[in-house]
């Protein structure tokens, strides 16, 4: 699996808090086995691209989860040219596409866990801002 790249940091920012944010911080990094500094990094970048800042394993899921997509559209694409030659469709064809849609759904599946799982790290008794 190709590594995944790190941009250079090269600011720094001081931040001051609360007792009971810092607290929430202390107990979120302890619960995650995640540095401090990475979850306010982390936090920032999901406020700044309103996007969902992956973990590294989290970022290792999905590009297996990307190959693993890949591959269906590879059958997908020699069970069309099947199909496009006149084939008739046999009952491995039709096996293979339950097999592909199968897998199709658990990929799904895993997306939205990863997605779910990331935005919810919260320290519950914080809850989400």
Known sequence: MPALRRQKRSET???RLTDAEHEGLLALSARTGIRRSRLARKALRELITGNVDLL???QHAVLELAR???LIGV???QIARQLNRG???GRALVET???LALIYN???FTWRRLV???RARTVPEHGRA
């Open 13 to 15: 920012f001081r931040l």
């Open 56 to 58: 590294e394993r989290e």
């Open 68 to 70: 693993q997509m890949r």
């Open 75 to 77: 059958n997908l694409n």
């Open 87 to 89: 084939e008739a469709p």
């Open 97 to 99: 596409v339950e097999q």
């Open 106 to 108: 658990e990929g799904e």
């Open 116 to 118: 779910a799982a990331a």
